[in-house]
């Protein structure tokens, strides 16, 4: 279980489409307004998921959902892509290739006039990894690199880790505060 100290609710749309996804992946999420708590179990491993998850509203942690699905079992969709892809780079484009360098199975699925804005990710279990991946200086694209790196089998090299400062600058301090290995 982990525990958010801390946390305030904030009943906003991202939010809610947030802890519904959550809830599609097995999680159980339970908010305490007394002590500011959000608390998360993972209840079980989720099995194929049959309907799309819409990801428009989430372009900040839209790839790290994507990362963190392709160490589980079963195969989901996720659409809404073309909110996650922004002048800096085709971040699903990108995720979608490092993935496959890891070992794993995802495919992006194109609409009649040739650009995708879906993903479908193959999971069956962790990734292999040993494999060195770029982030091309993008925060979000090296979060989400570490994030599918986390659960692979060999260690794998994320390059251009500096670039978390510029959104989140204690998310290796954060990782490893619940038990993960990253040096």
Known sequence: MIIRKSYYLGNTINERVLFGIYRKLGMNLNYNPIKNELNIRLEGEYNAITDEIYLNELPSVATNIIAAAINGNGDITFSGLNAIN????????????????????????????????????????PLNGGVEI??????????????????????????????????????????????????
Not at 89 to 116: H, P, V, W
Not at 144 to 166: F, P, Q, W, Y
């Open 86 to 125: 922004n002048h800096k780079c085709q971040r699903a484009f990108i995720i979608n290739e490092n993935i496959r360098m890891m070992g794993g199975k995802s495919y992006l699925i194109f609409n009649d006039t040739g650009a995708f804005n879906k993903i479908r990710i193959n999971g069956n279990g």
């Open 134 to 183: 770029f982030s091309y200086y993008d925060h979000r694209i090296c979060a989400s690199n570490i994030i599918a790196s986390l659960g692979a089998r060999e260690r794998t090299t994320v390059n251009h880790i500096h670039k978390l400062d510029d959104g989140f600058p204690g998310f290796i301090q954060s990782l490893n505060s619940l038990g993960a290995r990253i040096s």
